[in-house]
């Protein structure tokens, strides 16, 4: 009735090919010389409707020679969007072509799905044994290569078709190939990169290169990001007219660019500003900058990278933010001294009178110091590991506490890495007292506390110094005269604060201990 090849396929033989498919990955589905559509109506029964708002989950086309085969298609929904399927050509894809073709040319019929997959999808198909056991053919031994080639797998059936609506006695073989997603190459990337290599042998003729692969790199990365952007913009404008929504009414087009989910008129520009904010945010994470960021400073830079997208990111900008960071550092030295003064002083429970000494203030009686040792609410246990100092929150902290007193010790503390060895070390050898750091030594308790002891006497002082004076407990004068040269009050301050002796190593250091450069917004001095 339907022609020589016409054989359904068992119900068994569907599930058998639906159970090698991962449905999960599948939203379209092209089933070719479909006869009366019996594997995607199986397939859609099973797995084709969202147990949600029951509404396909599938879409599904199909493709059959036969004129009666087609009425019969079209009957259930599923009409053929063509006839020969080893003369089909389309621009779409499908994640899996599912099919029971002809036995008669089913090598042609796998070796057409195969290259339609070429670029990602699933092909599952029922194959007459004899074409994969006997390839005497050019075309069977390319089907054989095919399979080898995207890892297919082979199971064979024996004589699946003995009981079906119509019998056959040939053997039968699921094959079954998943190939991967692939992106097909870039024109546009692949010319930017020849250019590149001619730009960059000009460019190393005529001058070095910035010091630092990273910056470089970097720098390369975004030169070829963005012009890769501005290229496909530009492609894209060109095409724009032609991808209308109709030809004379709707201009608008079917196809359009967005930055982020936002269409823009000026779309370059766009793009530029989102190109520069990536690169600048991508920079400030990198060991580049973090290692001489603390928590403060590097919240309050991640605050202006808005900022940032009018400036290229070129090796001299990133040369001139690294400085100018540097530099910045001891005017944001305060914010992260009263961050830190605060935090041991009032974030501990009871305990937090054991990191303080008490003293009556400029205009207040609640003034305070923090002492030698102080107990900070940091957990370096876990139950499983024991003792981990070198687990990342405790880290952090303590690179921030090593990089304020770099700071006060007039350095700009750049390399943790002997910190970061230090705390390995004593989690390997399950150490958890008695660290020894460059400014502090450590003791972790299982309590879920860290005492942390300060061995440089001289930086603790200019550390409450600074913390005392950004909280106004100290009068503007402090240190700036001698001991006998203060009224009655301001002696009475000396003596609680540190002492006459104390005092008189202030006087004597001024410099050191009081002077420092002013908190100011930092300046880009960049070049847009």
């Known amino acids: 009735m339907f022609g020589n090849d016409f054989y359904p396929t068992p119900i068994e033989l569907i599930d058998k090919m639906r159970r090698a498919v991962d449905m999960n990955r599948v939203r379209t589905i092209l089933e070719p010389s479909a006869g009366r559509g019996d594997i995607v109506e199986r397939i859609a029964a099973m797995d084709g409707v969202s147990s949600r708002n029951g509404e396909p989950t599938h879409a599904i086309d199909t493709i059959e020679l036969d004129e009666e085969l087609c009425m019969i298609l079209t009957g259930k929904g599923y009409k053929p969007i063509a006839r020969d399927f080893l003369k089909f050509n389309t621009y779409g894809s499908y994640d899996l072509i599912v099919m029971n073709p002809p036995f008669s040319d089913g ?18 198909c029922l194959l007459n044994a004899e074409t994969l056991r006997n390839p005497y053919t050019n075309q069977r031994k390319e089907l054989a290569s095919l399979i080898k080639k995207y890892q297919g797998t ?22 079954y190939i998943n190939i991967e997603p692939m ?116 919240d309050a830079y991640h605050k202006q990278i808005k900022d ?30 009263v961050y830190l003064f605060d935090e041991f002083s009032s974030h501990y429970y009871d305990e937090q009178s ?55 010790d007039g350095k700009i503390s750049k390399d943790m890495d002997e910190l970061r060895a230090t705390l390995v070390s004593a989690t390997n050898s399950q150490e958890s007292r008695g660290i020894v750091t460059k400014y502090f030594t450590v003791d972790f308790y299982k309590k879920g506390t860290t005492h942390i002891t300060f061995t440089r006497p001289d930086l603790l002082k200019k ?66």
């Open 308 to 337: 940032l997208e009018r400036y290229e990111v070129t090796t001299a900008n990133i040369k001139q933010m690294q400085l100018e960071i540097s530099q910045s550092m001891i005017g944001n030295l305060d914010e992260s001294i």
């Open 354 to 408: 054991n990191n303080i000494h008490y003293y009556n203030g400029w205009k207040t009686n609640k003034a305070y110091i923090i002492n030698k040792k102080v107990i900070t609410r940091l957990n370096a246990y876990s139950g499983w590991n024991g003792c981990n100092p070198s687990e990342w929150q405790v880290v952090q902290k303590l690179e921030d506490i090593e990089k304020v007193f770099a700071y006060l």
């Open 107 to 124: 090598d042609a019929h796998l070796i057409k799905a195969i290259n339609m997959q070429r670029r990602g999808g699933q092909v599952a």
């Open 183 to 298: 992106t097909a190459p870039s024109d546009i990337l692949k010319n930017l990169a020849e250019a590149e290599v001619l730009e960059r042998q000009e460019e190393q003729s005529a001058t070095d290169l910035v010091d630092g692969d990273y910056t470089t790199g970097a720098v390369r990365r975004y030169e070829i990001e963005m012009k890769a952007g501005l290229k496909l913009i530009d492609e894209y404008q060109a095409l724009k007219p032609l991808l209308s929504r109709s030809f004379s009414g709707d201009k608008h087009p079917i196809l359009e660019l967005t930055i982020g989910r936002e269409a823009f008129t000026n779309i370059r520009d766009e793009f530029v500003k989102a190109m520069r904010i990536k690169y600048w945010s991508e920079l400030f994470q990198s060991s580049e900058f973090t290692k001489i960021f603390t928590s403060t400073t590097r």
């Open 463 to 528: 550390f409450n110094l600074i913390g005392s004076q950004r909280k106004g407990w100290l009068p503007p004068t402090y240190g700036k005269k001698a001991y006998t040269d203060l009224g009655e009050e301001d002696r009475d301050l000396v003596d609680e604060f540190e002492g006459k002796a104390s005092y008189a190593e202030t006087v004597a250091n001024t410099e050191f201990y009081t002077d420092r450069p002013q908190l100011g917004t930092v300046r880009l001095g960049l070049i847009a």
């Open 154 to 175: 082979v199971e064979y059936m024996g004589n699946a078709f003995g009981t079906a609506d119509r019998t056959t006695k040939v053997e039968t073989a699921l094959v």
